[in-house]
DNA sequence: AACCGTAGTATTATAGTATAACATACTGGT
DNA sequence: ACCAGTATGTTATACTATAATACTACGGTT
C-alpha cells in the first residue's frame, strides 16, 4: 500500500534525503522563495533522521567551520520550512520533523515511540472530519490541529513484549 | 445537553470551582492519597480560570505569607494532579488545565481559543476509535494521546467576524 | 510515647527551550 | 550604482523544566 508508517529499517534512506531535498527545491522554486544554506543545512539534518530534532540538537549537529549557529538562527529557519510545509513541530517533544509526504497538505497524527523516538507520520482522514464536525456543533473556529499519539513502534513493542526475548 | 463545551458568560463560577474541589477531595480519600495544602493551592488557582495556566504564572499567583515557591514545588503538585486526572498539560501551551469533567476518564480534545485563551474540553469518542483503529493497523502500541484543536472560541470568532461589529 | 519508614516539602542550582533587538550582508530590480 | 526587501550574524535575555539534597510531617509499629 501507499502509506509508509514506520520507516523500514531496511529502506533506502539516501533515496528518502535525496527526494525530500529534491522536494524542497521545486517548493521554494515554485513559490520563488529562497532554499538558502541555512535553511538547507538545517532540512538535511532533519531529513537524515526519521524522528523529532530539538533545535539544540540541531545546532550542535551544525557543522559550520568551527563556528556554532545561535539558536534564532535555527529557528528562522525552521519557522521557513514549518510554513510551506516541509517541517512539522511534535508538541510533545519540542522538536522538529522532516515531513514525510511533502505537498500533500492532508492532516496527519504523527506516532510518536517513546522509546527509539522514531515518528511515523499518518493520514487521519477521519479524524479530520470528525474535529471539523466538532467545531461546527462548538460554534469553534478551527485553525489548526496538533495530533499526536505516543506509545511504542512495532520494533520496540514486540521488543518488549511479555512474550518477547528480552527475558 | 450534557456536554458543556465553553463556558457560558453567565455560569455559576463559584459553584464549579467548589464541584471541583469536593470532587478532588473524594478523589484523594478513595485513593488513599493526600489533598496537602500545596495540591490543594494549585488545584484552587487552576480552577479560577477556564485556561491553562503556565507554572510561573501559578507561582507568581501564588500567594504564600509573602514567599515565593520554587517551580520544582508547583510541578511536583501538578504531577500529582496529573496523574489522578484531576488536571491536563495543554502541549501547544506549555500550561495545565483543571480537568472539567474529573471523574470520567475518555478521551477528550481541546479546543483551544488563541484569543482569549479559554479552552474546553470535548468529549471525543470518535477520535479515540479512529486512533485505536490506526494503532491496530500500524502495530503501534497506543499509551496517550495529545489531541488539542487551535482556533477561536465562539464569542472571540463572532466578534473578529468580517460582518462582525469590530470594523 | 519513642521509633521508623515513607511521602511530601523546601531550597539551591542548573539544564533546556524560545524570542527580542539590532547591526550586517546578500539579492533582484531599476 | 542605488535602493528596497529579505535573510543572516550576534548578543542578550526570557521562559520552561529538572536534578539533587536536606528537611519535615504523617501513619503505623512496638
Not at 5 to 23: K, L, N, S, T, V
Not at 49 to 74: C, N, S, T
Not at 90 to 118: D, M, W
Request: net charge negative; proline share 4%; hydrophobic share 40%.
Amino acid at each position: 500500500m501507499d502509506q509508509s508508517f514506520f520507516p523500514e529499517r531496511q529502506h533506502d534512506h539516501e533515496a528518502c534525503i535525496h527526494a525530500g531535498m529534491a522536494h524542497a527545491e521545486a517548493a521554494c522554486e515554485s513559490r520563488n522563495e529562497r532554499f538558502t544554506a541555512n535553511r538547507r543545512s538545517v532540512l538535511e539534518l532533519l531529513l537524515a533522521v526519521h524522528r523529532p530534532l530539538g533545535v539544540y540538537e540541531l545546532m550542535k549537529q551544525f557543522d559550520w567551520k568551527g563556528r556554532r549557529p545561535a539558536p534564532a538562527q535555527i529557528y528562522r529557519a525552521l519557522e521557513f520550512l514549518e510554513s510551506i510545509g516541509l517541517v512539522h513541530r511534535i508538541e510533545s517533544c519540542n522538536a522538529y520533523l522532516a515531513c514525510s509526504r511533502p505537498g500533500r497538505h492532508h492532516c496527519t497524527i504523527f506516532l510518536v515511540c517513546e522509546q527509539c523516538k522514531t515518528v511515523a507520520e499518518v493520514e487521519a482522514k477521519r479524524m479530520q472530519d470528525a474535529i471539523a464536525d466538532l467545531a461546527d456543533q462548538t460554534g469553534f473556529e478551527l485553525h489548526s490541529q496538533v495530533l499526536e499519539a505516543r506509545g511504542l513502534c512495532p520494533d520496540c513493542a514486540s521488543a518488549t513484549a511479555p512474550d518477547g526475548s528480552d527475558h
